[in-house]
Each structure stands twice: as structure tokens, then as C-alpha cells.
């Protein structure tokens, strides 16, 4: 059997027991409050006359007499309905994957776009490490190169102070010496 072979077949069996459920319903008492099923509905077909049938059932009148859809009107009409709401589910699935398609479709190019931006930024930042770098080695050799003239300075200065201080000494010295040979002719007398 087909797929909508046994579909059919499943909403005549269920049809057909709503009928029979409704002709149980009909001669029960109008004055008791009975419970209505899942998916059926209450009618009145003439005053005084309820009938229980499926939601959706239609009813049509020609002068006084009330026509219920029987139940082949009912499966065929429910059956073209669910098949043009699966169309229309289909329609929108398409278009729904379509502007789908159309946003991943965007999304790759931006993101492309994104890539090659930071690829772009990536270059131009180590651009300018580098140029930083260099700036930062050139300075740092200036700062050496002071340095070591301000060792130079130091150590010129240093032993210039040693000279001094041997100068010094020696000055010392010489006036130690003309002291003791002033002194000694002082002593004499």
C-alpha cells in the first residue's frame, strides 16, 4: 500500500468512529451535559436535534433541511487541505532555504572581507613592530654609545684624580720638607 493509501485509510477509520461515536452521542439525553471528544464538535442540525460530529465538518441548508458533509466529502476535503498546507509549508521551506542559502551566501563574503582586513592590520601592526623595533635597537645603541663615552669621561677623570691626588701628595711632601728645613734653622739657634 502507498503512503497516502494508508493515510486515507487511517482518517476513514478515524471518521468512521466519530460517526459511530456520534450516533451514540444522539440518542442520549438532551438534558445531561455530555463530554464532547477531541476533535469533534457539538451541532445542532434542527431544534431539538444536537449531533456530534468531526471539527470542521460542513454544514449546509436548502430551505429547512440541514445537509452534513458525509464522510468521503469530509476525508477529501481534509485530505486536499492538509495536501495544499504541505504545499505551502514546502513553499516556505524553500524560501526559507533559500534566504538561507542567500545569508550564508553573505555571511562568507563578509567573512572573507573580515579575513583579509585582519590579514591586513596583521601586516600593517608587524610593519610597525618592526619600525619600532628599529627605532627601539637605534635608540638603545645611542644610549650605549653615551654610555660608554660617559665611561671614558669617568675613567679620564678618575685617573686624572689619581694624578692630582700623587700631586698632591707630593706637594705635601715638598712642604713637609721645606717646613723641616725651615724649622731646623730655628732649632740651631
Known amino acids: 500500500m502507498g503512503r497516502n493509501t494508508r493515510a486515507a485509510t487511517f482518517f476513514f477509520v478515524v471518521f468512521l468512529s466519530a460517526c459511530c461515536m456520534c450516533a451514540a452521542y444522539l440518542f442520549a439525553q438532551e438534558d445531561k451535559k455530555e463530554e464532547i471528544p477531541a476533535g469533534m464538535e457539538l451541532l ?14 460542513k454544514v449546509s441548508k436548502i430551505g429547512d433541511l440541514t445537509i452534513l458533509e458525509d464522510s468521503n466529502e469530509y476525508m477529501a476535503r481534509r485530505f486536499e487541505e492538509t495536501g495544499q498546507l504541505l504545499k505551502n509549508d514546502q513553499a516556505a521551506q524553500e524560501e526559507i532555504r533559500k534566504d538561507l542559502d542567500e545569508l550564508l551566501a553573505s ?38 654609545s653615551v654610555q660608554d663615552n660617559v665611561y671614558r669621561r669617568l675613567e679620564r677623570l678618575a685617573a686624572r684624580q689619581e694624578e692630582l691626588a700623587n700631586e698632591i701628595e707630593r706637594m705635601r711632601d715638598v712642604l713637609f720638607e721645606m717646613r723641616e728645613s725651615i724649622e731646623e734653622p730655628k732649632e740651631k739657634k
Open 44 to 57: 445542532e442540525v434542527r431544534p431539538g436535534l444536537k449531533q456530534i460530529v468531526p471539527k470542521g465538518t
Open 107 to 144: 555571511n562568507k563574503n563578509v567573512f572573507e572581507g573580515l579575513k583579509k582586513d585582519m590579514e591586513a592590520r596583521l601586516l600593517e601592526v608587524s610593519a610597525k613592530s618592526e619600525d619600532n623595533k628599529k627605532g627601539a635597537e637605534e635608540r638603545l645603541d645611542k644610549i650605549e
